[in-house]
């Protein structure tokens, strides 16, 4: 069975730091690209990046809304997604979640939960 | 990056038919066939619905259609039920390895 489980949020203050892990189970992770996403609170779903699969280069492409603040990478034997969450604003108050894929989502965690606010 | 555009709502009675489009540019939906739809109830994970513009996963109910014209794909479900209640996106590959993803659209069964 695929599961994804997110993990790492939290309470954090404006300007801080955060990782969110994103731990599979059920397939080879190696083989697959990851996603991250996130829904504020009243808002819709929102991209936040990918990265790929290491025999697609492993890279990384973010939403222009973070770019510069959020990098996404990956630990193939640990079959761990990390998103690397830096210089918070309180807009990035949100629900995270990562999926399996770069374009295409089947498998989705329950998500995390990042408040930033001082 | 310009999101795709959907309507903010749509609204049927149950049985009825509903289509919520999602509309993008020659670089996105009008290039690939890789549209994919997302049904989302709020607190829990998204559904795909939809994949590669007109594919269904077998545990997606034959009630949920996906096409697409141009640089307008649909997402078309008959017989509308209570469940079916949610949010929807859409979401295409894009031009520069890119993924474009819809602003959303709540469906309301009357």
């Known amino acids: 069975e695929v599961q994804l489980v997110e993990s790492g949020g939290g309470l954090v203050q404006p300007g801080r730091s955060l990782r969110l892990s994103c731990t599979v189970s059920?397939?080879?992770?190696?083989?697959?690209?990851m996603s991250w996403f996130r829904q504020a609170p009243g808002k819709g779903l929102e991209w936040v990046g990918f990265i790929k699969s290491k025999l697609y280069g492993g890279t990384t492409e973010c939403a222009a809304s973070v770019r510069g603040r959020f990098s996404i990478s990956r630990d193939d034997f640990k079959s761990i997604a990390f998103l690397q969450l830096n210089s918070l604003k309180t807009e990035d108050t949100a629900v995270y979640y990562c999926?399996?894929?770069?374009?295409?989502?089947?498998?989705w965690g329950q998500g995390t939960l990042v408040t930033v606010s001082s | 990056q310009s999101a795709l555009t959907q309507p903010a709502s749509v609204s049927g009675s149950p049985g009825q038919s509903i289509t919520i489009s999602c509309t993008g540019t020659?670089?996105?939906?009008?290039?690939?066939?890789?549209v994919s739809w997302y049904q989302h109830h709020p607190g829990k994970a998204p559904t795909l619905m939809i994949y590669?513009?007109?594919q269904r996963p077998s545990r997606v109910s034959n009630r949920f259609s996906g096409s697409k014209s141009g640089n307008t794909a649909s997402l078309t479900i008959s017989g509308l039920q209570a469940e079916d209640e949610a949010d929807y996106y859409c979401?295409?590959?894009?031009?520069?390895?890119?993924?474009?993803f819809g602003g959303g659209t709540k469906l309301t069964v009357l």
């Open positions: 999926t399996r894929g770069t374009y295409q989502f089947e498998y």
């Open positions: 020659s670089s996105d939906v009008g290039s690939y066939n890789l």
């Open positions: 059920g397939f080879t992770f190696g083989d697959y690209g």
């Open positions: 979401s295409s590959y894009a031009l520069s390895y890119t993924l474009m």
């Open positions: 590669e513009d007109t």
